[in-house]
């Protein structure tokens, strides 16, 4: 059973910095993706970021190209999503996410397949 466990989040001011990781136990390969989700009030979810363990492959989101990063620690099943110049409105419940990918990292896109295990959601609150 795949189990993810999430760290960072909190507040921050506009323009600001806030680091979030992830760490997941239960996969027994590298052919599986990881990645962050969020969802603000009234809103829909939407995915943020992904990551192909198996080759670091990544998608991201148009609202996170250029501002946040996410990458995974080598030997470790942790990942990491570095958001720098925050707005507003990355203000949000932000989650942790994974799947299987035994075919490679393009069933990672997370506009095509569905996210199987989810964290227990950290908050990111920006402030202008």
């Known amino acids: 059973q795949v189990q993810l466990v999430e760290s960072g989040g909190g507040s921050v001011q506009a323009g600001g910095s806030l680091r979030l990781s992830c760490a997941a136990s239960?996969?027994?390969?590298?052919?599986?993706?990881m990645g962050w989700f969020r969802q603000a009030p009234g809103k829909e979810r939407e995915a943020v970021a992904t990551?192909?363990?198996?080759?670091?492959?990544?998608y991201y989101a148009d609202s996170a190209k250029g501002r946040f990063t996410i990458s995974r620690e080598n030997a470790e099943t942790t990942v990491h999503l570095q958001m720098s110049s925050l707005k507003p409105e990355d203000t949000a419940m932000y989650y942790c996410?994974?799947?299987?990918?035994?075919?490679?990292?393009?069933?990672?896109?997370?506009?095509?397949?569905?996210?199987?295990?989810w964290g227990q959601g950290t908050q990111v609150t920006v402030s202008s």
């Open positions: 990551i192909y363990v198996g080759d670091n492959r990544t």
């Open positions: 996410v994974s799947k299987s990918a035994p075919l490679g990292g393009r069933w990672c896109d997370p506009r095509r397949y569905v996210y199987s295990s």
């Open positions: 239960g996969y027994t390969s590298s052919r599986y993706c």
